[in-house]
């Protein structure tokens, strides 16, 4: 079995818990509008990679990791490719790593048993997922990404009734989702889970646009700003229950 991998980062520090082994997944099914990554959207040009030697380039850097690091998988979507995301925690499980799931969750089919089975061996290797939760409201998600926002709820809330840990990751785009009953409505709906450690606000960023060009897609949010830091605490304020 082989894995499609766009990259990888030997001492992230953003993607989860510590110092940590990030794994770039190539292909994901959604076109976020401010997505920093568009390279790795299409799965072609990836490069070819089995468990065994994902395993064993990273853990040469165990001794960085502490007590906190680990591996995190992220894309594109990890989960595109459930099969081999499964095999490549596991390998990293049994080695007594700490192991992330950076995932929009999209993947994730409540009313298809294959998939909830999937995702049921998945969890056992799992140790954190930093999910994504673009936007709260499903018809917004949709022009945002290109697909609503059910299977994201319902893997979150499954996360939750399977007491597997969890940081909401949503990003913050003005105009976009810096309404402020958006985000009310987004903790309303974050308050209803239990396994919620922390939640992260991050701010859009122009810093991608030049993949868009080198790729020739169209960037669109041409104009936008970044937000203030008005609207960054006000966000932050809200989502972890402080206003």
């Keep these: 079995m082989v894995g499609k991998i766009h990259s990888f980062e030997s001492f992230g520090t953003v993607d989860g818990p510590g110092v940590r082994f990030v794994t770039f997944f190539k292909g994901c099914p959604l076109r976020c509008k401010y997505c920093h990554n568009p390279d790795t959207w299409s799965q072609e040009g990836a490069e070819e990679y089995t468990v065994d030697q994902i395993f064993n380039q990273a853990i040469r850097y165990k ?80 022009e945002l990404t290109g697909v609503p926002n059910e299977h994201t709820l319902a893997f979150a809330k499954w996360l939750s009734d399977h007491d597997k840990h969890m940081w909401i990751r949503h990003v913050l785009v003005p105009g976009i989702t810096t309404d402020e009953k958006e985000l009310r409505d987004l903790k309303a709906f974050l308050d209803t889970l239990k ?49």
């Excluded at 999209?106 to 056992?124: C, G, M, Q, R, T």
């Excluded at 060009?213 to 609207?231: A, D, H």
């Design 63 to 142: 001794n960085y990791w502490g007590k906190d690091g680990g591996i995190t998988i992220t894309g594109g979507e990890p989960l595109a490719q459930m099969d081999f995301a499964i095999e490549l925690l596991k390998k990293f499980h049994e080695a007594g790593v700490h192991t992330a799931v950076d995932t929009s969750g999209y993947i994730f089919n409540p009313e298809d048993p294959e998939s909830v089975a999937k995702h049921e061996e998945l969890i056992k290797y799992a140790d954190l997922f930093l999910l994504d939760i673009k936007q709260i409201y499903s018809d917004a998600h949709k």
């Design 195 to 243: 396994t919620v450690d922390k939640v992260e606000v991050l701010p859009y960023h122009t810093l991608g646009k030049v993949k868009y060009e080198k790729l020739g897609i169209k960037y669109r949010l041409e104009g936008v700003e970044p937000p203030t830091k008005e609207q960054v605490q006000l966000a932050k304020d809200i989502l972890r229950g402080n206003k």
